[in-house]
């Protein structure tokens, strides 16, 4: 995978987490522990593919 790709598509997965992470409290949405469960793994995902991506990297 492109180094620019892997940055933007874990911007992307760390953007979706957040808001499947904070929907359940303004939706109040059912199944409120599997959404948090899957925005958890989301956004760690995401920060996987930035902190693998060359631009990503703080050092």
Known sequence: MDDA???WG??????VGALVLFAPLVL????T???L???VL???AGSVLIGLS???RAV
């Open 5 to 7: 790709t892997q940055l």
């Open 10 to 15: 874990g911007v992307g997965l760390i953007v």
């Open 28 to 31: 109040e949405f059912t199944y």
């Open 33 to 35: 522990t599997l959404l």
């Open 37 to 39: 469960s899957a925005a």
């Open 42 to 44: 989301v956004l760690a």
């Open 54 to 56: 060359r631009r990503g």
